[in-house]
């Protein structure tokens, strides 16, 4: 993955984990982060899960083309990034806290 895309889908991947202080992190930093959010989508969100987030924020896929693409209906894109977005959100905003 190139250097802006990978940038663009950690921004995504920020903004749908927001923390209540906001703190300007290194590069570096925000590098670690974003391979720490990345292992944890190849660890431990189901294949469907994955295969959905990947689409959504790597390829930048809509929910139709997404539902149109895997045969399925929006509302089950919907429920899986949901699925995936949560399990993100509690991890991480769990991690912020400790």
């Given at each position: 993955?190139?250097?802006?895309?990978?940038?663009?889908?950690?921004?995504?991947?920020?903004?749908?984990?927001?923390?209540?202080?906001?703190?300007?992190?290194?590069?570096?930093?925000?590098?670690?982060?974003?391979?720490?959010?990345?292992?944890?989508?190849?660890?431990?969100?189901?294949?469907?899960?994955?295969r959905?987030?990947?689409?959504?924020?790597?390829e930048?896929?809509?929910?139709?083309?997404?539902?149109?693409?895997?045969?399925?209906?929006?509302?089950?894109?919907?429920?899986?990034?949901?699925?995936?977005?949560?399990?993100?959100?509690?991890h991480?905003?769990?991690?912020?806290?400790?």
């Amino acid at each position: 993955m190139d250097y802006i895309a990978h940038r663009q889908v950690r921004q995504k991947v920020e903004r749908l984990l927001p923390t209540d202080n906001v703190v300007y992190l290194s590069d570096a930093v925000e590098e670690k982060r974003y391979a720490e959010i990345r292992n944890f989508v190849e660890t431990e969100l189901t294949e469907q899960d994955q295969r959905i987030f990947r689409m959504r924020f790597d390829e930048k896929m809509t929910y139709k083309e997404i539902a149109e693409e895997l045969d399925v209906t929006e509302k089950t894109v919907y429920k899986h990034l949901h699925q995936a977005i949560t399990k993100l959100q509690e991890h991480f905003n769990g991690q912020d806290n400790e």
